[in-house]
Structure formats: structure tokens, C-alpha cells
């Protein structure tokens, strides 16, 4: 039995049902089982043996997915390789990439696996994953995982549903939406772009449920008022994770959607996406875990995660893990019972004379200010305090500058204790975000 073969039986019993949508176009489950049955021709054609290495670029539509089912189902290792990525041949050379596929075209490498996960993998004739941090600074850290357990989620059947491709091709909740869409006969919707008009747009247009995102494209939707132009009453649930999610974006999401459920997702490439239960909607507290796949705890008020899917290590990174193989996430967290609060990493943490400043805490008061578009909160250096909190401001459109600034002033000295109010505010057009639309600090 090959390592797809129950998504694959499940794809056949789907037939004709909508599998993907792509560019406006529909395309079936007999359609998506024709990509994958062409990914397999390709990769014998190609000479492309099992248990390779091979990269593949590109993000999601039907003939990336069918060829990434084909290269799971050969045994390799599978690199996705996001068309956000800049250098992709960096990428390719940490995870010792020896075929490389992008746009029907495939080119040999020359590596050969030396690295010791990488040639275990080998050995033993599974299938992997090799998944790349998003960080701003530094090389990414390339995780692997066997996806011979990791797939085994999937067999458990879930709810059949509408949603959209959001998340990045080569990021961990964009492989599960994916893998979780085509297991349960459900129809996915990509993306030309991720603005906000576009998003709203196929929303309307294929009544989809899911919205599965981050809380900084959450705020460019409020601040746009797409919600205004669209009919987005067929949305469910909207799920968000990959950075804290401000108090006041929060609550005014609920408050514009009250019908749809908020949920509060957590994974990380190194252990996979957790089970997540959020009090409630407005809520940012959560449970996580509470299955037999993955357990917390919380030390010194830190965040740390055991868990059979984690990865089995990096490429290019000494492994995170204890010798009990608990994994220090450096969240820095709150608890209230079952329940945790998850404040921010411990390296964003601000120190104003002895004083704990979270950004994400900081930025919620600030996006309550009329005006305020976005912000994003950092320290600048101060030669008595060591730090102080400084702010970037995006604001409205023909705004009065001086007198936002002003405002913002006011409205934090009403909400905030003196050592987390900003003391540099500074006005910029950029954007705050990623191209994965992650808070950019």
C-alpha cells in the first residue's frame, strides 16, 4: 500500500464533485485524480527514481497538488518551494535537492543525500516533508518530517467543507488545509492574490465556510471594509494562528460576524498543527492539545510541546528538543486552568527598566485609535531605561497627522501603564506585513 493510497481511494469515491478551483476554473475530483495520475508519468519520464529528494515549485492548483500526492505516493522527500521564496536554490541546497521541478520542467541537482535524517528517510522508504522556517533574519531552518505518521490524521474522517487556499504553499497550515480538503471530499478555492478584494470576492462567489488565515490580514480586511461590498454570510468558521492576534482586532471581528465561529489555531513546522479549542469566539484563550498526539506544559511561564508528529529534525540547526523530546516553543504564555494565553515570543518582549512589554498588547490599544490603519510595536534603545516602546503607524488616508499622533498619545495614556506607552510614534506607508502576511517587526 502506498502512502496516499486511502486519499486516493477517497478522491475516487468524490468522482465528479468540485475537488479545486483555480483561476475561476472547477475542476473535479476525476480531474485532480488525472494530475496525480500524470505527476506519476512525469516523474518515470523524467527518471526521477523513488525515495529522491525533489523540490516543487509553485503554489496551489491542481497540477501541484496531483504532482505532490505522486511524489509522497513514490516514497521521496518533498521539498515545496513557495514562488514567494527569493532564492530558491538556497533552499534546494540545505535540504539536498537532487530533482527540481517548477512549471512542467524538471532539472537534476547533482546532490547527493549525506545529511544523516535525510539519508534515514532513505533508508526506511518514507516519504518526507522538509519545511522552511519563515524567519526575517538568518538562513531558515529546514524541519523534516516522515509523513508516514503525519498522514495518519488524515484517515480520521472529517466535516466535508468549503474553504480557501490562504496560507502559503510551503507552510505547515497550507499542506494540512490542503491534505485535509481532498481527504473529506471538500472544495478548495485558490488565489491569484491575497488582497483583501480578492479574498472577499471568491468568499461571495463559491459560498465558502472556511477561511483559515492570520490575524494581520483579519485587520487589513477591517480597515479596507471589504465586508461592507461583499456577501460573506456563508462563512462558518474563520480560523487564524501564526502570530498573537490583537485584543481589539478580535473583538471587532466578532462583532461584525457574530454568527461565525473565531478559532484560534497553534502549530509550528517542528510539531505540526495542534488541536485547538478557543473559549469562546471573542476569546484569546485556548486549550491545546488533549489528544494522544500532542501534550504541554508550561515552565517559567513558557510554552513547551511533546508530540508525535514532530519533526525528526533540521538540516541545518542543532535539534530544539530535550532528551525527553519536549521542545521550548519560546512563547511566552499566560494560564487560567485548561486554558492558556499566548502573549508573544519571548524574544519580542520588550524590558523598559525591569519592566515586561508585549508588542501585541500595545498594538491592540493602539488599533482602537480612530485613524489607525495598523501598527506595529518595537523597542527602541534608552540610555536610563535601556529601552523604551517605540510604535510604526499606518494611518487613514488624508489623516491630520499631529493630530493622530496626539489622540494616540491620549488614548494610551487612558489604557496603558506608563512603561508600555510608546514613546517614539512614527507615521509610514509600507506595508507591515510579509508576503505571508505575518506582522513584520
Given at each position: ?91 534546494c541546497g540545505i535540504a539536498e535537492v537532487q530533482f527540481y521541478i517548477d512549471g512542467g520542467n524538471a532539472e537534476e541537482c547533482g546532490c547527493v543525500p549525506e545529511h544523516e535524517i535525510l539519508t534515514g528517510l532513505i533508508g526506511k522508504r518514507h516519504p518526507g516533508l522538509v519545511l522552511f522556517s519563515s524567519g526575517t533574519t538568518g538562513d531558515p531552518k529546514a524541519a523534516v518530517h516522515d509523513l508516514v505518521p503525519m498522514l495518519e490524521k488524515y484517515r480520521a474522517k472529517g466535516k466535508k467543507i468549503r474553504s480557501l487556499a490562504f496560507l502559503l504553499f510551503d507552510h505547515i497550515g497550507g499542506f494540512n488545509t490542503v491534505m485535509y480538503s481532498i481527504a473529506n471530499g471538500g472544495m478548495l478555492v485558490t488565489l491569484r492574490n491575497r488582497s483583501p478584494e480578492e479574498v472577499a470576492s471568491c468568499i461571495e462567489k463559491y459560498r465558502l465556510e472556511l477561511l483559515p ?229
Open positions: 500500500m502506498g502512502s496516499v493510497d486511502f486519499i486516493i481511494d477517497r478522491m475516487k469515491s468524490s468522482g465528479d464533485d468540485t475537488a479545486i478551483v483555480t483561476d475561476g476554473k472547477e475542476y473535479s475530483y476525476k480531474d485532480l485524480l488525472g494530475e496525480y495520475e500524470k505527476g506519476i508519468a512525469f516523474l518515470e519520464d523524467n527518471g526521477i527514481p523513488e525515495n529522491s529528494i525533489v523540490a516543487l515549485r509553485g503554489e496551489f492548483s491542481p497540477s501541484t497538488i496531483g504532482m505532490m500526492l505522486a511524489i509522497i505516493e513514490k516514497g521521496c522527500v518533498y521539498v515545496p518551494v513557495s514562488t514567494a521564496v527569493k532564492e530558491p536554490q538556497k533552499y488565515t492570520s490575524p494581520s490580514f483579519l485587520n487589513i480586511m477591517l480597515y479596507s471594509h471589504i465586508y461592507e461590498k461583499y456577501d460573506l454570510s456563508s462563512l462558518r468558521i474563520i480560523s487564524y494562528g501564526t502570530e498573537p492576534m490583537p485584543e481589539s482586532t478580535l473583538r471587532e471581528m466578532h462583532r461584525i460576524f457574530p454568527d461565525v465561529k473565531m478559532k484560534q489555531t497553534y502549530g509550528l513546522s517542528e510539531v505540526g498543527i495542534m488541536r485547538t479549542k478557543s473559549e469562546s469566539s471573542d476569546s484569546l484563550w485556548l486549550k491545546i492539545g488533549g489528544d494522544d498526539d500532542h501534550q504541554i506544559k508550561v515552565v517559567d511561564g513558557i510554552l513547551y510541546i511533546k508530540s508525535r508528529m514532530s519533526m525528526l529534525g533540521y538540516l541545518n540547526a542543532p535539534s530544539p528538543f530535550d532528551a525527553d523530546g519536549w521542545m521550548n516553543t519560546k512563547d511566552r504564555v499566560e494560564q487560567k486552568g485548561e486554558y492558556i494565553r499566548i502573549l508573544g515570543r519571548e524574544s519580542e518582549l520588550i524590558n523598559v527598566g525591569g519592566e515586561k512589554v508585549y508588542p501585541a498588547e500595545v498594538e491592540s490599544v493602539l488599533l482602537e485609535v480612530p485613524g489607525v490603519k495598523d501598527a506595529v510595536v518595537g523597542k527602541a534603545p534608552n540610555p536610563i531605561l535601556g529601552s523604551v516602546v517605540s510604535c510604526r503607524i499606518a494611518a487613514d488616508d488624508g489623516a491630520d497627522l499631529p493630530e493622530l499622533k496626539k489622540a494616540i498619545q491620549r488614548h494610551c495614556a487612558e489604557k496603558l501603564e506608563k512603561f508600555k506607552r510608546p514613546v517614539r510614534i512614527e507615521f509610514q506607508t509600507d506595508s507591515f506585513n510579509t508576503a505571508r502576511f505575518k506582522r513584520l517587526r
